[in-house]
């Protein structure tokens, strides 16, 4: 049982490791409200109903908990790495028309 369990911990350990540093390149580009919001969004409404429900309704324990907390921490990741890209391209964007811009005037 714990060397499964230590396979959920290490899967929880990169998620949330990912999560981190995604956050301080969303404040790096100054979003600062992304991370709150992508975090709220995957730990309540995805990891806490996914540990619920594998952990007593399929009947999976402690690894159903575990399960569900490494399920919010991805999704969670997966949300705040969609979250940098689209901001990084946005910002990109508005950086190239600013230069366009200086060369054309």
Same mark, same amino acid.
């Given at each position: 049982? %714990?060397?499964?369990?230590?396979?959920? %911990?290490? /899967? !929880?350990?990169?998620?949330?490791?990912?999560?981190?540093? =995604?956050?301080?390149?969303? =404040?790096?580009?100054?979003? *600062?409200? /992304?991370?709150?919001?992508?975090?709220?969004?995957?730990?309540? @409404?995805?990891?806490?109903?996914? @540990? %619920?429900?594998? %952990?007593?309704?399929?009947? #999976?324990? $402690?690894?159903?908990? #575990?399960?569900?907390?490494?399920?919010?921490?991805? /999704?969670? $990741?997966?949300?705040? #790495? +969609? +979250?940098?890209?689209?901001?990084? !391209? $946005?910002? +990109? *964007?508005? !950086?190239?028309?600013?230069?366009?811009? +200086?060369? /054309? $005037?």
């Amino acid at each position: 049982m %714990a060397a499964t369990l230590l396979w959920f %911990a290490i /899967a !929880h350990q990169y998620f949330k490791g990912s999560q981190n540093i =995604c956050v301080g390149l969303l =404040c790096g580009l100054g979003n *600062t409200k /992304a991370g709150f919001t992508n975090t709220l969004v995957g730990y309540w @409404m995805i990891g806490i109903p996914a @540990m %619920a429900l594998c %952990a007593y309704v399929l009947n #999976w324990q $402690s690894y159903g908990v #575990w399960f569900g907390l490494c399920l919010g921490f991805g /999704a969670t $990741s997966l949300l705040l #790495w +969609r +979250r940098f890209i689209t901001e990084l !391209h $946005s910002s +990109r *964007t508005v !950086h190239d028309q600013a230069a366009v811009s +200086r060369i /054309a $005037s």
